[in-house]
């Protein structure tokens, strides 16, 4: 529990499960006071904890701004202008955004994102994730499996879909888990921000000059003249560290849920063709984005008897929504037969996931292709000694070695 | 039942097609949503009623034209 000693209440986990703290919430105090970590500075703001407040939040962008201004503002408000100046700023891209501009910007990446356009990468990924498990193999074991499977398995992925370069992948991943790192002091997560800009800004400007036959070129051919450079920057910055940073995790955490409930993970290994619900309920359960992005008031409003005022800072608990006990049938108990429940993992109203078709699929395909690869897969160091990362925009365990 | 999309709240996030494919579908244009079965048969109306719920838009609705579900 050591770990867990700077860690709000709302992003601890004992390693799988929210805290007990957040049962009460949702009990006694839905609507409470929490602190929301920017780096070592710690900023009030209300924490949401039942699914139905959490829905109507998420759901009512009317209502509650994604704007990183908006945030600023209230750290300004709150502490200091001083203070407000520090904060890293990653520049807004699709989700520091309300509409109309995130409506706008939205539409030109949705279609590149249809359940049907994912499906016709299915033999590619499938075939990805074949070689990273022939590697592993080869290699022997140990190997941590967030760095010989998960981390460059996603991260070829979105690289292929996007039109990023592999080889980058090292530079990429250690910024990328920098700029989610919100234990990191500010000026380290700023340095990760800018850097990760510089670096899609290059790529930005290539694909310009000769877009190729990927996400990047295609927005280029096509909105090439609505978009500017720094939109394409932002845009595409986001989507390469959400496209690995949260894929990685979830399969690396889900695999070590899976290693301690050996009886799901037989029945997940058996029968792939349980697969797609099997994510649903992995993803319900892990809940591995602890709030996703801090909302701001925009009028004044009641949820749940308590009076939030405009410009407050909102946060929604998604590991509380998902286990909601008046919403889900025994919401601790990992089912991977369970019917699917409408969690909100991946967020709800119009920032919902853009990717969710993207990541659905490469579980879907990489969780039974690893059971079934390495049949005698289990932890090569005591569960004991595994170290989390709850200080992080994604919740993850740290490494994952594995033998088999 | 009568199933009903919004095509300008829709995001194309695409849950509705994972849920029922032999009623929904995106196009390929905008990615939205497009209803291909507005009157799905009656094996088909939980999961729709599912998809309604699955919806992170709020953008498809399910609307009970009081037949028999079966």
Same mark, same amino acid.
């Given at each position: 529990?050591?770990?867990?000693?700077?860690?709000?209440?709302?992003?601890?986990?004992?390693?799988?499960?929210?805290?007990?703290d957040?049962?009460?919430?949702?009990?006694?105090?839905?609507?409470?006071?929490?602190?929301?970590?920017?780096?070592?500075?710690?900023?009030?703001?209300?924490?949401?904890?039942?699914?139905?407040d959490?829905?109507a939040?998420?759901?009512?962008?009317?209502g509650?701004?994604?704007?990183?201004?908006?945030?600023?503002?209230?750290?300004?408000?709150?502490?200091?202008?001083?203070?407000?100046?520090?904060?890293?700023?990653?520049?807004?891209?699709?989700?520091?955004?309300?509409?109309?501009?995130?409506?706008?910007?939205?539409?030109?990446?949705?279609?590149?994102?249809?359940?049907?356009?994912?499906?016709?990468?299915?033999?590619?990924?499938?075939?990805?994730?074949?070689?990273?498990?022939?590697?592993?193999?080869e290699?022997?074991?140990?190997?941590?499996?967030?760095?010989?499977?998960?981390?460059?398995?996603s991260?070829?992925?979105?690289?292929?879909?996007?039109?990023?370069?592999?080889?980058?992948?090292?530079?990429?991943?250690?910024?990328?888990?920098?700029?989610l790192?919100?234990?990191?002091?500010?000026?380290?997560?700023?340095?990760?921000?800018?850097e990760?800009?510089?670096?899609?800004?290059?790529?930005?400007?290539?694909?310009?000059?000769?877009?190729?036959?990927?996400?990047?070129?295609?927005?280029?051919?096509?909105?090439?003249?609505e978009?500017?450079?720094?939109?394409?920057?932002?845009?595409?910055?986001?989507l390469?560290?959400?496209?690995?940073?949260?894929?990685?995790?979830?399969?690396a955490?889900?695999?070590?849920?899976?290693?301690?409930?050996?009886?799901?993970? &037989? *029945? #997940? !290994?058996?029968? @792939?063709?349980?697969?797609?619900?099997?994510?649903e $309920?992995?993803? =319900? /359960?892990l809940s591995?984005?602890?709030?996703?992005?801090?909302?701001?008031?925009?009028?004044?409003?009641?949820i749940?008897?308590?009076r939030?005022?405009?410009?407050?800072?909102?946060?929604?608990?998604l590991?509380?929504?998902n286990r909601?006990?008046?919403?889900?049938?025994?919401?601790?108990?990992?089912?991977?037969?369970?019917?699917?429940?409408?969690?909100?993992?991946?967020?709800h109203?119009i920032?919902?996931?853009?990717?969710?078709?993207?990541?659905r699929?490469?579980l879907?395909?990489?969780?039974? &292709? *690893? #059971? !079934?690869?390495? @049949?005698?897969?289990?932890?090569?160091?005591?569960? $004991?000694?595994? =170290? /989390?990362?709850?200080?992080?925009?994604?919740?993850?365990?740290?490494?994952?070695?594995?033998?088999? | 039942?009568?199933?009903?999309?919004?095509?300008?709240?829709?995001?194309?996030?695409?849950?509705?097609?994972?849920?029922?494919?032999?009623?929904?579908?995106?196009?390929?244009?905008?990615?939205?949503?497009?209803?291909?079965?507005?009157?799905?048969a009656?094996?088909?109306?939980d999961?729709?009623?599912?998809?309604?719920?699955?919806?992170?838009?709020?953008?498809?609705?399910?609307?009970?034209?009081?037949?028999?579900?079966?």
């Amino acid at each position: 529990m050591d770990q867990l000693r700077s860690v709000p209440p709302h992003m601890r986990r004992t390693p799988f499960d929210p805290v007990d703290d957040l049962a009460r919430c949702r009990a006694e105090a839905p609507v409470s006071r929490a602190a929301a970590p920017l780096g070592p500075l710690r900023v009030p703001a209300w924490l949401i904890a039942r699914y139905q407040d959490v829905r109507a939040v998420l759901g009512d962008a009317a209502g509650f701004s994604n704007s990183s201004e908006a945030v600023r503002d209230y750290v300004a408000a709150v502490a200091g202008e001083e203070t407000a100046e520090r904060l890293p700023l990653s520049g807004p891209s699709l989700i520091g955004y309300d509409p109309p501009v995130h409506t706008r910007l939205r539409r030109m990446v949705a279609p590149r994102f249809t359940v049907k356009r994912m499906r016709s990468l299915q033999p590619r990924i499938e075939a990805i994730v074949a070689e990273h498990l022939d590697a592993m193999a080869e290699a022997g074991a140990p190997a941590d499996l967030l760095e010989a499977f998960a981390l460059p398995m996603s991260s070829l992925v979105i690289c292929e879909l996007l039109g990023v370069p592999y080889d980058d992948r090292a530079a990429f991943q250690r910024r990328g888990s920098a700029q989610l790192d919100l234990d990191l002091d500010l000026a380290g997560r700023q340095a990760a921000f800018d850097e990760s800009h510089a670096y899609m800004a290059d790529l930005v400007r290539g694909h310009r000059a000769g877009p190729g036959d990927n996400l990047l070129g295609a927005l280029v051919r096509e909105h090439g003249d609505e978009l500017s450079d720094e939109e394409l920057t932002e845009l595409a910055t986001l989507l390469l560290v959400a496209g690995h940073e949260t894929t990685a995790n979830m399969l690396a955490l889900g695999t070590l849920l899976l290693l301690r409930h050996p009886d799901q993970l &037989a *029945l #997940l !290994r058996d029968d @792939p063709s349980i697969a797609e619900g099997a994510v649903e $309920e992995l993803m =319900r /359960y892990l809940s591995i984005v602890h709030t996703g992005v801090v909302r701001t008031a925009l009028r004044d409003v009641t949820i749940a008897g308590t009076r939030i005022k405009a410009g407050d800072a909102v946060m929604c608990s998604l590991p509380s929504a998902n286990r909601d006990e008046s919403v889900i049938a025994d919401p601790d108990v990992l089912d991977l037969t369970r019917k699917p429940t409408a969690h909100v993992a991946f967020g709800h109203g119009i920032h919902h996931c853009l990717g969710a078709p993207l990541a659905r699929l490469e579980l879907r395909i990489a969780f039974p &292709a *690893l #059971l !079934r690869r390495f @049949p005698g897969l289990r932890l090569a160091v005591p569960f $004991e000694e595994l =170290r /989390y990362r709850p200080l992080s925009v994604v919740y993850g365990v740290r490494s994952l070695p594995v033998t088999w | 039942m009568r199933v009903i999309a919004d095509r300008d709240i829709c995001i194309g996030a695409g849950n509705c097609v994972l849920t029922v494919p032999e009623v929904f579908d995106q196009d390929d244009d905008e990615g939205l949503v497009e209803v291909i079965d507005p009157d799905p048969a009656a094996g088909l109306r939980d999961k729709v009623r599912e998809a309604v719920a699955r919806c992170p838009s709020g953008a498809i609705k399910a609307i009970d034209t009081s037949e028999p579900d079966d």
